[in-house]
């Protein structure tokens, strides 16, 4: 009887041990090297602007992203359509069309969503616009 009461302790703490261990979660994380840009003065009937959003999957399962929204019609987005595997990088690249914008100052979101541990983030780019 003790000898089986034992038993059933020992098995007991190690099902509760192994559900309490979090280190072996399989979770994306999205990290960026910095989530907003400033691009100055930008000349109305200029040529479009590119920049860069560079990110790093430093969790341990493949990242995917599932859907980004660029808060103006006058950017455009390009951004890896196939899994990020754990440890590698990439970049979220923006084309902005300034002849689609009013003269003076910009902030312009772009709304990023992925199977991350965080899945929800926002990034920006602010500017000026001069005639």
């Given amino acids: 009887m003790i000898r089986l009461l034992s038993l059933t302790i020992l098995m007991l703490l190690v099902a509760v041990g192994r559900g309490e261990d979090k280190s072996d979660d399989f979770n994306a994380r999205l990290s960026f090297n910095h989530r907003n840009i400033s691009l100055g003065e930008i000349a109305q009937n200029g040529e479009n602007v590119k920049c860069e959003f560079p990110f790093k999957n430093s969790g341990n399962a493949p990242l995917v992203f599932t859907y980004l ?44 969503r992925s199977n991350a541990e965080t899945p929800r983030e926002t990034l920006s780019i602010t500017g000026k616009i001069t005639e």
Avoid at 74 to 97: K, Q
């Fill in 69 to 112: 929204h660029a808060s103006c019609g006058c950017m455009r987005l390009n951004y890896p359509r196939h899994p990020i595997a754990p440890g590698d990088s990439g970049i979220i690249s923006v084309e902005l069309n300034p002849r689609t914008l009013s003269a003076g100052d910009f902030h312009k979101g772009i709304l990023v």
